[in-house]
Structure formats: C-alpha cells, structure tokens
C-alpha cells in the first residue's frame, strides 16, 4: 500500500480528485497518509478534515528563520512515513533536503504543457493568462517528478486541453483542472502505486502488466504501449 502525503495550499480540488479516486477504486493501492498545508485558511484543509484525514498547518509565518519553517516542514513529512509525496498545488519552493531525501518520490502538478508556460513565475491564474496571452490553441496539464528545478523534473503523464474563443484564464482554469488536472495526478498515483512507473534519466516509461488490462477512460494513455 503506497502511503501519500498530499501537500496544498489552496481550494484542494486536486486533493479531492484523489480522495474520491481512492474512494471510488480508480486509484488502487493507495492511502493518503496526511495532508499538509502552508496556509491556515487553505480550504483544502477542510476537505481533509471532512474526510477524516490527517492535516497539518507548518505555516513559514509561524517560524523565526526560512531553515526553522524548513526543517519542520520535513519533520512533518517524515513523521507519516509516506512512500510517495504529492504537491498538489503547493506554492512553496521545497527545500533541497527534502527534495534529496525523497528523490524521485514527489511529483507535482503543474496547469500546463511543460516545458511551455512553466518555471519561475508561472503558477496557478499566470499560466493561464500567459497561455491566452500567447493565442494558443492547446494548453493542458503535466505530473511530473520534482527535482531541483522549478517544473523540471521527469514528466510522468500529460493531457491537452482546447483553448475555447472567448476564454477567461479563470474559465480556462477551469476547464484544464476538470479535463486534465484531476484526471491525470490520480492516474500518475495509481501507475506509481503499482509499480507501473519506471525512469530512465529524464524519461519517464510505463511497465504494461501482462494481461490486457482496461484503464477506462485512460485507455488511450496506453494506445499502441500493449
Ligand atoms: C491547480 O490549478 C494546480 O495546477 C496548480 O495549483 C492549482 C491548485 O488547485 N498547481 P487546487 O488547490 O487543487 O484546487
């Protein structure tokens, strides 16, 4: 059973989607160990709590230094024991020791198509408005690994949305969290849970079980892998 730490700092639909994926079976072999937040009043704290989860506030404003706000942030992971982290819209930079220690055992989801619209200065509404900035045509969402880049590591799986005439970045948002983000950060935790993941370097491949398998929704992930 692959223990997760999910880490928010926001609404938490992303947290959510992994929650009811559980629930529902979609995700199998997995628990959510905790969720930890930066931001008291994030609301994603709540959803944890409604569904019984462990979730824990280590607020940067509670700590005199960056290293104090740092090392309890890592004590906080630590103490769940969790096989697997998971930002889920996290805006705090990770520090380097926990990134180490974890290594190729956190993955973040990112509201773009990396490596377009992504890096420093590129999150939550500021992808979406430097994606309709842009006139694209195609945006979408990535899971990737977390390195010590900003949005660098190993991408794990993507998904393209339609940017629509007339779109708002806060319409556009919506539409790329519905029909990727929540899709695809679930199917990221499901294939690492069993052991469907391997990395070679930056690449990032998938182990196909044996027996054909149907994935569902998520069947044209695996088109042409059997
Ligand atoms: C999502 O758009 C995600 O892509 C970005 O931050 C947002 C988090 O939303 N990293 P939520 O807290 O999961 O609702």
Not at 8 to 17: M, R, W
Not at 130 to 156: E, M, Q, S, W, Y
């Amino acid at each position: 059973m692959l223990r997760i730490v999910v880490f928010v700092s926001g609404g938490g639909t992303n947290l959510q989607a992994i929650i009811d994926k559980i629930d529902s079976g979609s995700i199998k072999n997995a628990e959510i160990a905790g969720v930890i937040s930066n931001n008291p009043n994030a609301y994603a704290l709540e959803r944890a709590k409604e569904h019984g989860l462990y979730a824990e506030c280590v607020s940067p404003k509670s700590f005199g230094t960056r290293e104090e706000f740092n090392q309890a942030l890592l004590a906080a992971a630590d103490k769940l024991s969790p096989d697997l982290l998971v930002l889920a819209g996290f805006l705090v930079i990770l520090p380097r020791e926990m990134i180490e220690k974890y290594t190729n055992r956190i993955i973040n989801i990112h509201p773009s198509l990396i490596p377009s619209f992504c890096g420093k200065g590129f999150y939550g509404l500021k992808v979406h408005e430097a994606v309709l900035a842009r006139g694209n045509k195609i945006t979408g969402a990535t899971v990737h690994f977390v390195d010590a880049g900003t949005d660098t590591g190993p991408i794990i799986l993507q998904k393209a949305v339609e940017v629509q005439d007339g779109d708002t970045p806060e319409r556009l948002q919506k539409r790329v969290m519905e029909q990727a983000e929540w899709e695809i950060l679930p199917k990221a935790i499901d294939l690492i849970a069993n052991g469907r993941i391997e990395i070679e370097g930056n690449r990032v491949t998938y182990k196909i079980t044996q027996k054909a398998e149907k994935v569902g929704a998520m069947d044209w992930y695996f088109e042409g892998r059997r």
